[in-house]
């Protein structure tokens, strides 16, 4: 198979939410350089239909997940105007219709007001972030079970599939706002039973530095992907990623209390 092959059959399967074989199955050598390419491909096919993008999100930067997915690095794709949803209200209901195997990730997710470079410090690197929310971001595998390598899933558009962004908290008057989201603790429910927790710091010892992190990597490994003003950037999940099915309504409790909990109804 080759790689534009490989683009097309992704596409197909995201389109018709179906499981297809592993790219890394049927490439000899398939390494995240191949499936930047990929995505590089997926990434220009969708802007050609129309689709725009609204920024990215960072996806196994929770270290305590890695072994359960075999994934041991950060991987990262867009986000897409048909796939983002500012919220106004922490509450919100949302279809799983064409989706495929989907798993809910609550997450921290950052509104840049201006473009940051490789090499900042958080101190640098917070002065171009505008906003802060929490949000709940839906991945998606288009691999069966869940089994697969990390450039698979750089492949399949970073597992991404939709974000729902909180109430957003303007971080100008924020001083320890490093240090702070990586010290909040959340707290994940359906239906008011209690499910699983985390914390900032399993997020590469913190979300902002998770961003900080990935400006680098993206300097190093798709430079040819754009970080605008205005974009979104989601740091990833604080919690494992749990199955979604309709009847579910999924609740979050956070400790830092400039940041609004988020309930869910999946229908």
Known sequence: ??????????????????????????????????????????????????????????????????????????????????????????????????????????????????????????????????????????????????RFTAADTMADFALHARLMVGPRVAVRDWPNLGADLAGLHIQLADRGKFVDEGQGTLVLDGPLNALRLWVDEMDLRSPQWPIRPGDVVTTGTLTDAWPLAPGQRWSTRLTEARLAGLELTVE
């Open 1 to 146: 198979m080759k790689l534009t092959d490989c683009a097309t059959a992704l596409l197909g399967a995201h389109d018709g939410a179906r499981c297809i074989a592993l790219p890394s199955s049927q490439i000899d050598h398939f390494t995240l350089d191949s499936a930047v390419r990929v995505a590089d491909d997926l990434r220009q096919r969708r802007i050609a239909r129309g689709e725009r993008p609204c920024g990215y999100k960072i996806g196994f930067t929770n270290r305590s997940i890695w072994e359960r997915y075999g994934v041991f690095a950060p991987i990262w794709g867009p986000v897409w105007d048909s796939t983002l949803t500012l919220l106004d209200s922490p509450r919100h209901s949302v279809s799983l219709a064409g989706l495929c195997q989907p798993r809910l990730e609550p997450e921290i997710v950052f509104g840049l007001a201006h473009a940051p470079r490789p090499g900042m410090s958080e101190r640098e690197l917070q002065a171009c972030v505008e906003w802060v929310a929490h949000g709940f971001e839906i991945v998606d595998t288009h691999f069966e079970g869940w």
